[in-house]
């Protein structure tokens, strides 16, 4: 196993949500080190955190003292499941666990990046209306999912148990209502999202119950 | 084997022209049916093929006649390497198999939801210069993949075999010199995007050779 797990976070962040449900479902012990994204011109674009990820975003995830590094949520999961297979987060069925990849970049590459900071800012800049432009792309991706879950659907979205596609469905639909979408159209995602709610890894893992969230 | 293998493609779409290199390289018999995003309104957003994909997009692949259909470009080719696993697109190394689906997910999730066609046209419509917008976030994402690369590159981008992140490199770059991005300032991509030329599966799912390709 290796050393000295760092999860490089913030309590806002969803894909770095996305990574703290998967340690806390798995139960990986790590450390958490607080990015705050939106601090002066933001920590991430820091020359320290730039060596970590020249994309400027978290998760960053190291291992052995730094002299491993991973960034995108996708593939820091992915390594994990690899690494701590149980409990799962993808089903042993092959088509199943297709399925579950093909919700999670739904929402990892079919919404998330149309509604990511960097593109609001510069958008905002530029005079465009993003919160109507990034609710088209949310409300497209979550009826997608929403109609392709019908068919894959018992308490979570694929099956009976908890998988990578929850873990992604779970911060989408928090940033959907942050982005003032109603997300009561989505009857099956919400069962689904109060199901996860139960869980106390998605408990644990909600911005809420992060350390670097400011006193309200 | 899953029987009757259908892709839905476009010779012009770099989502589907990764998909074309994955089963060229691992020389997988399928029939292609070609969506031409641009004729009339675009063929993905009709009644018939929102059926396949409710996110209107290529590409969805299809087995045993259609009874199961799966999309998102990363979900068919993990499943493509699961149910073919010679000659293999991920490496055996644990590490080095998450290193190349970061890569992965930087042209996936961090490139590629930026300059795609649907943003193009929403932008545009609101009188956003897309392309300098564009070239900006193309030029962040391979500067990132152009440092990451440095430690882990032999021939190709992880190592001495093709992976899936050369899959996602090579479309990636033929996107980027159409947006206007001056792709020699990423010798090592560069470097590695001559090798795949050399290869014959890189050169089958190249768009000039695919047969709905409209007559110069």
Redesign the interface.
């Known amino acids: 196993m290796p050393a000295n797990m760092k999860l490089y976070s913030w309590y806002r962040s969803s894909s770095a949500w996305r990574v703290r449900i998967g340690m806390a479902y798995k139960g990986i012990a790590h450390e958490t080190v607080s990015v705050n994204l939106l601090q002066g011109e933001g920590e991430q674009h820091s020359a320290a955190f730039h060596v970590k990820?020249?994309?400027e975003?978290i998760p960053v995830l190291e291992l052995d003292d730094g002299s491993?590094r991973?960034?995108?949520?996708?593939?820091?999961l992915?390594?994990l499941e690899?690494?701590y297979p149980a409990p799962a987060l993808l089903p042993r069925d092959?088509?199943l666990?297709?399925?579950v990849?093909?919700f999670?970049?739904?929402i990892?590459?079919?919404i998330?990046?149309?509604q990511n900071l960097k593109?609001q800012q510069?958008?905002t800049a530029?005079g465009?209306?993003f919160t109507s432009?990034v609710q088209?792309f949310i409300e497209?991706?979550l009826?997608?999912l929403e109609?392709?879950a019908a068919a894959s659907a018992g308490t979570y979205l694929v099956g009976d148990h908890v998988t990578l596609a929850d873990v992604y469905l779970i911060p989408q639909l928090h940033q959907s209502r942050l982005r003032g979408v109603d997300v009561e159209k989505f009857p099956l995602l919400r069962r689904v999202e109060l199901a996860c709610e139960q869980l106390p890894a998605f408990q644990a893992a909600h911005p809420n119950a992060q350390p670097d969230r400011p006193a309200a």
Not at 70 to 76: D, E, G, N, P, R
Request: aromatic content about 4%.
């Open positions: 990820n020249p994309m975003q491993f991973l960034t995108q949520s996708v593939a820091i992915e390594f690899e690494l092959m088509r666990r297709a399925r990849r093909q999670v970049e739904i990892n590459s079919g998330q990046p149309l593109l510069t958008l530029r465009v209306d432009l088209g497209t991706g009826r997608a109609t392709a």
